[in-house]
């Protein structure tokens, strides 16, 4: 699994290392090495698990399934985007954090409330 591109469709085989990796980020963190750039690519459809040669100079529209299964494998790549969330126990458990909102919730007494305040003040 790649965590730099998390709908990675296909596995390519560096040319410099014969390793194969998920993306060229993957690459530069395992390898000691740049990644040796190359026309021709080879490919591991992650669905079919068969391995295709595309030449990057004659890429076409055809080109971006796998010749095998028609996996669409050129896709714009999700990334992991950072986000702020609430850590609480597990809301099948513990529901307290959530707040539905189809009930009323009872207001809140106020010695500034002024129906209560003969109540409060004596």
């Excluded at 026309?39 to 030449?55: E, G, I, N, Q, S």
Aim: aromatic share 8%; charged share 40%; proline share 4%.
């Amino acid at each position: 699994m790649c965590k730099h591109v998390l709908n990675a469709q296909v596995a390519i085989r560096s040319p410099c290392c014969r390793k194969w990796f998920d993306c060229a980020e993957c690459h530069q963190e395992a390898a000691d090495h740049p990644l040796l750039q190359s026309f021709d690519m080879t490919f591991a459809c992650k669905k079919c698990k068969k391995c295709f040669r595309k030449d990057a100079r004659e890429f076409e529209d055809s080109d971006e399934y796998c010749p095998h299964c028609d996996n669409h494998f050129v896709l714009d790549a999700k990334t992991p985007k950072a986000s702020l969330r609430v850590e609480s126990e597990d809301v099948r458990k513990d529901a307290r954090m959530l707040k539905d909102d189809r009930i009323q919730a009872e207001a809140e007494r106020s010695i500034f409330d002024v129906k209560d305040a003969p109540d409060r003040l004596g």
